[in-house]
């Protein structure tokens, strides 16, 4: 929380909102801006959230207790003295301009690169940063695995956090001397407007496939949601600023956007017509070597990492990178070395004749792009771990386990955190999906006894995919968060093949 500066008049701070009635005096200053009650104290405004769980109307009362300033609210609300009460329409953007407000748009003071789409968010963040931190330029991220900058890192409760958070650390960031910040948005964080009150320099568009159907409904309100910021209307429905439009043309939404957004935009894919044209050279178990070319300028780009689809990972940072007007050369230099994304094909070594990949993958389209891509460069079998998480889309479940089952020769079904689900009922959806396929598969519920049984399995010149959590560090099982880490867990088991046991 910030209680050292000053902040802002509450009459300033309730007129950037545009509220549609005010009850209360507004005498005062604002010195922080919430949406958790619990972290309220004197001098800060509480933005009482409508969300899925829990209505945050139901707290203005403990925020008043705790010497709030005023509550942000949707709604008339009881019992809570003499609290000003500020009513806007949309108390989600509410939040994100009182905060932008509050901590003085920092997001203005430096430029904002973030990316959205199903795949590839936290690749082409973690490129983004590289590169520019190789050139010498300081960069701070937000994003799924960590928000980091400096020497400072935060652990990350969502891929996008909250909008007053975002204001919070973006401010930090730029007091602490950062020059871009790269920023991970997710379908959540869109839907919930926790961009609101920000500027952005340029948003990139990974791709769009299926995912988090459970909180979005269908199919069609995914991609509206994923496709609603590269339009003006939305952007000035959500306060919000966006410069530079980055999208990927080898992606059909994508390519749709690219004709129909009216934002300054840079196009990019390995299709023909792409402003960023990329051209596969070499792909196989070391990396793949790309062929760039951009306005008038090409290089070559030895990218350290497998699978084509981290050649458009590559494109999408290299575009979003090309709006701050660095040489496409020096971005190929720095891309090529580009060390491990933490999780995201990230190759397990222990000195074993066959290859083990941790993977984030939780998708279908996301599981097929790393399946296709370990098939072309591997000599050997494809043996594939993978779950389904609880209380999420149950639709591709067994989606998931078709993709699994046509791309692997054989596939372990184990346990992606259940939470509140039963585990056997999740692994009996998915099962449908591998009986479709006629594939060889084995279902171990207990994670790590699936994780030792793929590396057993495994035989010279076979790749091992442990698909799923990537970079998390626990496993949910109810409400439980369980230490849990897929890499650990498979470094242990190849350290005591190692020693001669098998």
């Known amino acids: ?189 869109i839907d919930r407007r926790r961009l609101s009150g920000s500027s952005l320099h340029a948003l990139a568009l990974t791709n769009v496939a299926r995912d988090h159907l459970d909180y979005h409904g269908d199919w069609e309100s995914y991609r509206a949601v994923k496709e609603r910021l590269f339009f003006q209307e939305n952007l000035d429905a959500d306060g919000l600023d966006l410069k530079h439009a980055v999208l990927n043309i080898d992606d059909s939404v994508g390519k749709d956007l690219a004709c129909r957004t009216p934002l300054p935009r840079t196009t990019f894919g390995f299709e023909e017509g792409a402003d960023l044209q990329g051209t596969l050279m070499r792909s196989d178990a070391a990396g793949l070597h790309i062929h760039f070319e951009h306005a008038g300028e090409e290089a070559e780009v030895a990218l350290p990492l497998v699978g084509t689809f981290n050649g458009s990972n590559a494109l999408a940072a290299t575009g979003l990178l090309l709006t701050l007007e660095l040489e496409l050369p020096e971005i190929a230099a720095a891309l090529a070395d580009l060390p491990p994304v933490p999780g995201r094909m990230e190759r397990i070594e222990r000195g074993q004749s066959f290859t083990v990949f941790v993977d984030f993958a939780h998708t279908p389209d996301g599981l097929e792009h790393v399946l296709r891509s370990i098939r072309s460069v591997v000599p050997g079998r494809v043996i594939t771990l993978f779950g389904c998480g609880g209380d999420r ?39 449908k999906g591998l009986d479709e396929t006629g594939c060889d598969y084995e279902v171990i519920g207990d994670r790590a006894m699936a994780i030792e049984r793929a590396i057993r399995a495994a035989r010279p010149g076979d790749a091992v995919i442990l698909a799923g959590k990537g970079h998390e560090s626990f496993q949910i099982v109810g409400e439980e968060k369980i230490p849990f880490l897929d890499r650990e867990v498979a470094e242990g088991v190849l350290d005591r093949l190692g020693d001669g046991e098998r």
């Open 1 to 189: 929380m910030v209680q050292d500066r000053k902040g802002i008049a509450l009459s300033d701070l309730s007129e950037a909102v545009r509220p549609v009635e005010v009850k209360g005096d507004l005498q005062g200053r604002v010195g922080d801006v919430t949406c958790d009650s619990r972290e309220v104290v004197n001098g800060t405004v509480f933005v009482a959230l409508s969300g899925t769980r829990e209505d945050g109307h139901r707290f203005v009362g403990d925020a008043a207790k705790r010497g709030a300033a005023a509550a942000i609210v949707e709604h008339a609300v009881k019992g809570v003295g003499s609290l000003p009460l500020i009513r806007v329409e949309d108390s989600m953007k509410a939040l994100g301009i009182a905060s932008a407000e509050v901590h003085r748009h920092p997001t203005r003071e430096v430029p904002v690169l973030a990316e959205t789409g199903t795949n590839g968010k936290t690749t082409v963040n973690h490129m983004v940063d590289w590169v520019l931190e190789s050139l010498g330029r300081s960069c701070g991220i937000i994003g799924t695995i960590s928000y980091r900058w400096k020497e400072k890192s935060l652990e990350a409760n969502n891929t996008t956090p909250g909008a007053d958070t975002i204001q919070r650390i973006c401010r930090s960031m730029v007091d602490d001397g950062v020059d871009v910040i790269g920023l991970e948005l997710s379908s959540h964080g």
């Open 393 to 431: 889309d149950k639709g591709k479940r067994a989606e998931m386990a078709r993709v699994v089952g046509r791309g692997s020769d054989l596939a372990i079904l184990t346990d992606d955190n259940p939470r509140t689900e039963d585990p056997a009922s999740i692994r009996a959806d998915a099962v």
